[in-house]
């Protein structure tokens, strides 16, 4: 089946640090949507992006869908404690049952204050 | 209120026993889901449905076997636990309004331990 290979795996930095991680498959995404997961908690939705191309911010995080819509990523910027937690890139494949969402493995953020 | 609701959080049961989790959601939304995540975090689809309709149904063991009274509940029946069963269930339910973006809201959890 189709893969989303995000990387980096994991992430120690310190607290202040801008943080940079991506996801990349080789197929085609309709939307790219990246989540983060507390410990103990479901994902929770930070991001969503629908078009090729499209760079969109919240807060002190931004994003991008990849021009060939295979990629994406995410930035954050001045990390602070509460940022620690696992990100995860998800999203339907183009021509498939847009309610399936495919994960990345996820990437496991810890800061360090 | 909860939007996406899961109980039990915590359940640890003896290999061969049957069990089940359910889910309700008050979001009014049409599409409910099962994911498995294990003990590596990764996040894999495990079931969909959508107005009481089963419309995921990804490679699981006959074992576990869904239900869906109303498009509000969506609850997981596992017979015969085995060891590998245990991981974190997660429930999640998709707005009508999402159809082409697959937007999920996840409840928190429900940790499986099979001994």
């Known amino acids: 089946g189709q893969q989303l290979n995000q990387s980096p795996q994991s992430m120690f930095i310190q607290e202040g640090e801008d943080v940079s991680m991506n996801c990349t498959s080789s197929?085609?995404?309709?939307?790219w949507l990246w989540y983060k997961q507390d410990p103990g908690e479901g994902p929770v939705l930070l991001i969503a992006?629908?078009?090729?191309?499209e760079l969109t911010s919240n807060g002190r995080l931004t994003a991008q869908f990849g021009i060939t819509r295979k990629d994406s990523f995410l930035n954050i910027s001045a990390s602070i404690p509460s940022d620690v937690g696992i990100y995860f890139c998800?999203?339907?494949?183009?021509?498939?049952?847009?309610?399936?969402?495919?994960f990345g493995d996820g990437t496991t953020l810890t800061v360090k204050p | 209120d909860t939007a996406v609701s899961q109980t039990p959080k915590y359940l640890v049961t003896q290999m061969g026993n049957d069990k089940s989790i359910k889910c309700e959601q008050n979001?009014?939304?049409?599409?409910m889901y099962w994911y498995k995540q294990d003990s590596k975090k990764f996040l894999k689809i495990m079931f969909s449905?959508?107005?009481?309709?089963?419309?995921i149904n990804e490679t699981v063991p006959n074992r576990f076997s869904p239900k869906s009274p109303d498009k509000a509940h969506l609850n997981l029946h596992i017979n015969s636990l085995e060891l590998g069963d245990s991981a974190v269930y997660f429930c999640?339910?998709?707005?009508?309004?999402?159809?082409?973006?697959?937007?999920?809201?996840f409840g928190e959890g429900s940790r499986l331990t099979v001994l």
């Open positions: 979001l009014g939304h049409d599409t």
């Open positions: 197929s085609i995404f309709n939307t």
């Open positions: 992006l629908y078009k090729a191309g």
């Open positions: 998800a999203g339907p494949l183009a021509n498939t049952n847009a309610g399936k969402s495919t």
């Open positions: 999640a339910s998709r707005a009508s309004g999402t159809v082409n973006t697959g937007e999920l809201f």
């Open positions: 449905y959508n107005n009481k309709e089963l419309i």
